[in-house]
């Protein structure tokens, strides 16, 4: 089933207990246009209320790049004075939040380029899967631009501090294998097998209980907070959600009766 996103340039369609959305400008490897945010926006609204979608996968048109950065041949056009540019950024980064809190499991699966602010998208994502043909980077110290402390510490959260001063400091491109080694991405696999594992995967992840991995995704947002700013209380009361809910009770009936557990996400 496809959802109108209002732009050709962001596709999303549901296939089963996934909500997939691509990336879909590949003669510019796939940068984010002021458009592609505001159908990124709508497709993420559409999954996240719809129950029957339990994993949000993200994936890049094309074999060349998941998202490469910003349209930048749009600038002149959308962010021509600093009204502009701070309306650009405010829905930019109000909706990779969106995506970051989204309250259901979300993949970047990634092939080819995923650099600078497209691999800021794929860590608003749970997991990376990547094929070993996929290359990251952020070029800031290249250009001169700084990054925000909530765009370092995500990446810190993910990586460690070490890490993530090699990235910035070199400003050069990482292989797949240099990726997965730091812990940037979940997986690696041959570029044949990408489609079929992330598939696969996503009907493992679909299967399970959707109150356990929202409670799951709850504590994990908490816990990357700094002390002062967590909702410890917010944690208790998803984990007390489960306990209470009728999926609990249909787990433990299936696992007396040892056959697969059917879960609702009540």
Known sequence: MNIATNTEKLLA???????????????????????????????????????AVRVIVLKGAG???????ADISEFKEKRANPEMVAE???????????????PKPTIAMIRGFCMGGGLGTALT??????????RFGVPAGKLGVGYKYSALK???????????????????QF??????????????????KLEEYVANYVKTIGGNAPL??????????????????RDIALCDRVVDDCFASKDYAEGRTAFMEKRKPVFTGQ
């Not at 650009?88 to 989204?102: F, G, R």
């Not at 929202?214 to 002062?228: N, Q, S, Y």
């Open 88 to 102: 650009y950024n405010k829905v930019s980064v109000t909706i990779a939040q969106k995506l970051l809190n989204c």
């Open 154 to 172: 995500r990446l810190v959260d993910i990586v460690g501090p070490a890490n993530t001063a090699e990235i910035f400091y070199t400003a050069r």
């Open 13 to 51: 369609h549901k296939d089963g207990a996934a909500g997939w959305i691509t990336f879909n400008n590949p003669a510019k490897r796939n940068a984010m246009s002021y458009d592609m945010w505001l159908g990124l926006d709508i497709a993420l609204n559409d999954f996240i209320a719809d129950p």
């Open 175 to 192: 292989d797949a294998q240099e990726a997965k080694d730091m812990g940037l991405v979940n997986r690696v696999l041959p570029v044949d």
């Open 63 to 69: 074999d060349k790049a998941f998202v490469s950065g």
């Open 125 to 134: 994502c749970d997991l990376r899967i990547c094929s070993d043909d996929s």
């Open 212 to 229: 356990t991995l929202k409670a799951v995704k709850v504590c994990l947002g908490e816990i990357a907070k700094d002390d002062h700013k």
